[in-house]
């Protein structure tokens, strides 16, 4: 091959390699306490560790309070599959911080027992 043959060739992979960073979404999780949370702004993604208490189930939303060492916080789940979840469980949960009611919760995006 030629040297603009395999000039063209890299410049194309690197086209595409930067057009797939920009598409792609690299998601950013903070990861905080739950006293941090009413620093934050609306929206913000977090991650939190905690201790699981308070569960409520529906085939549509699961909420529960979330522990840590410094505060507790309401976490909510829509459309939950399959998680099994008991009070005093550690657990992972990265979300995005809401407002419900005037009460700051948690949008779960995904939780992971530790």
Do not use: C, R, W
């Not at 091959?1 to 063209?8: G, P, Q, V």
């Not at 991650?47 to 699961?62: A, C, E, R, S």
């Not at 992972?92 to 700051?104: D, H, P």
């Amino acid at each position: 091959m030629k040297d603009k043959h395999i000039f063209l060739i890299a410049l194309i992979f690197s086209i595409i390699g930067l057009l797939l960073l920009l598409i792609i979404p690299i998601e950013d999780f903070k990861e905080i306490t739950i006293k941090e949370i009413n620093s934050l702004p609306l929206e913000s993604k977090i991650k939190i560790q905690g201790l699981v208490n308070n569960i409520y189930k529906t085939n549509k939303v699961f909420t529960f309070n979330l522990t840590d060492q410094t505060s507790t916080t309401k976490v909510v789940l829509f459309n939950p599959k399959s998680l099994n979840l008991n009070n005093n469980d550690k657990i992972e949960v990265k979300g995005i911080v809401k407002t419900y009611k005037n009460s700051i919760e948690i949008h779960a995006k995904s939780i992971k027992k530790l």
